[in-house]
């Protein structure tokens, strides 16, 4: 009797991946040859010292900058990534140490910046709706455990651990996919760097991607599910976090 072998599981896509990425800047190369993928729901922490090469691959992502060479994937879709907005339009969202907000405008202006919904026209020719601005703005940072006083107040006004928290509010109101956070806990309180943290393992719960880049290895060790290091523009190292300690860590990057 012949009996039908039980067809394999399908192996989900990466929610992103890049194949043999190259960078030069002038005379230098940046990037070289690199691959570079993440799962869904996966915490990866990006390493390396400075000129290793990990802030032009995030720039990458984040259409900052564009690759020469190499190829980007979303899903198992190639895509081209020319701009910050386009990056946003394929559910990627980049929180910077310094520019995750504008310090001179308001919490919901800063929540929906660059993707205000209208009453009624279109972007850029209508009227934008500040009462759904403001309320969604204050129901997302809720959901973070955020408890600000308005949606009014301007973001100069809070700490640097509750504008993270907005940036990371805003990722998650606008359901993206990878989350690129970039140095993030610098200059952070003890408390505020936990709570940093926490949005991170909680986001993952909800099944979004975080790339992590931080030099301080013991933030980024304990909630990486991989390690992806860098150095000379080269990826170096890709392996659980489970298999490598802090101290190899900082020996491999130094």
């Not at 979303?74 to 929180?95: F, H, K, N, Y």
């Amino acid at each position: 009797m012949n009996v039908a072998a039980n067809p394999a599981p399908a192996v989900e896509e990466p929610i992103i991946k890049c194949v043999g990425l190259q960078k030069w800047y002038g005379a230098v190369h940046a990037l070289k040859n690199v691959d570079f993928h993440a799962a869904r729901g996966e915490v990866i922490g990006l390493v390396g010292d400075n000129g290793a090469g990990k802030s032009t691959l995030i720039k990458i992502l984040s259409g900052v900058h564009t690759q020469d060479k190499g190829e980007i994937f979303i899903e198992g879709r190639s895509v081209s990534i020319t701009g910050p907005e386009v990056a946003m339009g394929l559910g990627i969202e980049t929180i910077y140490q310094y520019t995750a907000m504008v310090p001179e405008m308001s919490i919901a202006q800063n929540f929906f910046i660059g993707r205000e919904p209208l009453k009624f026209g279109r972007p850029g020719f209508g009227i934008v709706d500040r009462e759904k601005m403001a309320r969604e703005a204050m129901e997302g940072l809720r959901g973070v455990g955020l408890h600000l006083r308005g949606a009014d107040t301007p973001v100069k006004a809070l700490s640097g651990g509750q504008r993270q928290g907005v940036a990371i509010a805003r990722a998650m109101h606008f359901r993206s996919k990878v989350l690129i956070l970039d140095e993030p806990t610098n200059h952070l309180s003890v408390k505020e760097t936990n709570k940093v943290l926490d949005h991170v393992v909680e986001l993952k719960g909800l099944g979004v991607t975080s790339i992590f880049i931080s030099h301080n290895l013991h933030h980024i060790h304990p909630i990486s599910d991989r390690i992806v290091a860098m150095a000379r523009g080269e990826k170096i190292a890709d392996l659980p976090a489970s298999e490598i300690s802090v101290d190899e860590m900082t020996r491999m990057i130094s």
